[in-house]
């Protein structure tokens, strides 16, 4: 109860539009997670490690570089966070781009073989189509 409270803090620090293409980004990805729980455990990761960074970059003596690399460190997180969201939908839409010919194929000709349509779709299904 308390981390959805959290969750949903974490949530109304990020602009509604942005919220909705990631939302959209993780159906596309079929990445059961909630958008609120993504967000924050990203920035909560992207935090932790540029923290990380800086404070070894600070202990070292660097203290200009280690504030520019923690900034350029969260924001570059938060970014690979998302290019992965989006690169693996990217790759499940292709690989149902590449499929669909043949799953189209296989159903044309169950309908010539005199099934009716929803079952040249249901006898069509394959494992080796995936999530198509």
């Keep these: 109860m308390m981390i959805e409270k959290i969750y949903r803090r974490i949530r109304f620090l990020y602009p ?3 919220l909705k293409w990631l939302e959209k980004n993780l159906k596309y990805a079929g990445m059961e997670i909630k958008v609120e729980r993504f967000v924050t ?3 909560l990761y992207a935090f932790a490690i540029s923290l990380i960074i800086f404070s070894i970059l600070f202990s070292l003596g660097h ?4 504030y520019i690399v ?3 460190g969260f924001v570059g997180l938060q970014i690979i966070f998302n290019l992965f969201v989006v690169l693996i939908g990217d790759r499940r839409g292709s690989f149902a781009e590449s499929v669909l010919p043949d799953a189209l194929q296989l159903m044309s000709a169950n309908i010539r073989s005199g099934l ?3 079952k040249a779709l249901l ?3 394959r494992p080796e189509f995936g999530v198509l």
């Design 116 to 118: 009716t349509p929803d």
């Design 16 to 18: 509604k539009r942005y």
């Design 41 to 43: 455990l990203s920035l």
């Design 123 to 125: 006898f069509s299904a």
């Design 63 to 66: 203290h200009l570089v280690s």
């Design 70 to 72: 923690f900034g350029a």
